[in-house]
């Protein structure tokens, strides 16, 4: 078994990042715009923040608190989508449950969308030709691209249906000619197609639900849940696999650091796009 080092692999595409950005006539810029509390938010803006410095990027922050109303945060957006200085602009989630989230992803201006969430971006992902791939899916990719694992012809199984991970990743893996089957939480026997998986991507949220008894010989997992219990984070893959798969992302160090690399990279491309 082999793991996916995607702290290695993050720091050799942060080198790269930061290589470029020191070419370019400006700092390119990435705007957050967070709204409520949500603690985990907190730890991956920080995350983010600090991958930007280490990059020669600069990030700007946004905090609106629950109260604020809806139009005051559209207005922001629509703000720096007209700001020439700012190259990305995200929305970090999850947000309060009273707001309308498609609504305000949608205000992005799409040539900024780099967490590749706006209808527009997921259309082009279905297209087939897209700009900007959500930042965890592109980073799966990039571990495809670099340990040389090719999907042409293979079983690829995801679990987890969501537009952030689930969607985008099963689109991007057909788009690689491979045959996918996805799955979620009304799925009846999930063992049924996890044990026929060349390629296992989860994503879910529970602890350790995909265990050795459920994976073929010489799998490739990739790992993207994070489950944080009592202080300690867990993948949705019980370790135990590793003397069965011959690939594993390890949680953490596999998906979690490639999903902040990716998200520099695509402001690099939105960079580019609005200097060319
Ligand atoms: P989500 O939380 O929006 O949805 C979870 C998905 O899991 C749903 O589609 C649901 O149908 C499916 N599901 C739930 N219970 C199931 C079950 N018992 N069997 C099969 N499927 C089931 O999804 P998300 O936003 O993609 O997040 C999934 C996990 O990935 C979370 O743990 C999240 O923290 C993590 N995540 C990690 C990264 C990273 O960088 N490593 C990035 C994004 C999300």
Redesign the pocket.
């Known amino acids: 078994m082999e793991k996916l080092d995607g702290k290695l692999l993050s720091a050799k595409i942060k080198d790269e990042v930061k290589a470029l950005s020191d070419s370019y006539k400006q700092t390119p810029i990435l705007a957050v715009v967070t709204v409520g509390d949500d603690e985990a938010s907190k730890v991956y803006v920080e995350n983010k923040r600090k991958a930007c410095e280490q990059c020669d990027m600069s990030m700007m922050h946004f905090s609106y608190d629950e109260s604020t109303r809806e139009s005051e945060i559209i207005k922001k957006i629509k703000e720096l989508n007209k700001d020439k200085s700012v190259n990305g602009i995200i929305l970090q989630l999850p947000i309060p449950k009273k707001y309308n989230t498609k609504k305000i992803l949608n205000t992005i201006d799409p040539k900024k969308d780099v967490d590749g969430l706006t209808d527009i971006s997921q259309g082009k992902i279905m297209g087939g030709n897209s700009t900007f791939v959500p930042c965890?899916p592109k980073?799966i990719l990039e571990i495809f691209d670099y340990y040389k694992i090719d999907l042409e012809g293979r079983h690829v199984v995801v679990?987890?249906?969501?537009d952030?991970?689930?969607k985008p990743i099963m689109l991007e893996c057909i788009n690689r000619n491979a045959t996918v089957t996805m799955?979620?939480?009304?799925?009846k026997n999930?063992e049924k197609y996890t044990k026929d998986a060349d390629v296992l991507i989860v994503?879910?949220?529970?602890k350790h639900?995909i265990d050795k008894t459920m994976i073929k010989d010489n799998a490739v997992i990739i790992d993207?849940?994070?489950?944080r219990i009592e202080g300690k984070i867990y993948g949705?893959v019980n370790p135990d696999v590793e003397s069965k798969a011959s690939y594993v992302t390890p949680v953490p160090g596999g998906?979690?650091p490639m999903?902040v690399a990716m998200l520099l990279k695509n402001t690099m491309i939105a960079y580019e796009l609005q200097n060319k």
């Open positions: 965890t980073g679990i987890g249906r969501s952030l991970v689930g799955c979620h939480s009304k799925t999930l994503a879910v949220g529970k639900l993207v849940g994070i489950s949705d998906v979690g999903t």
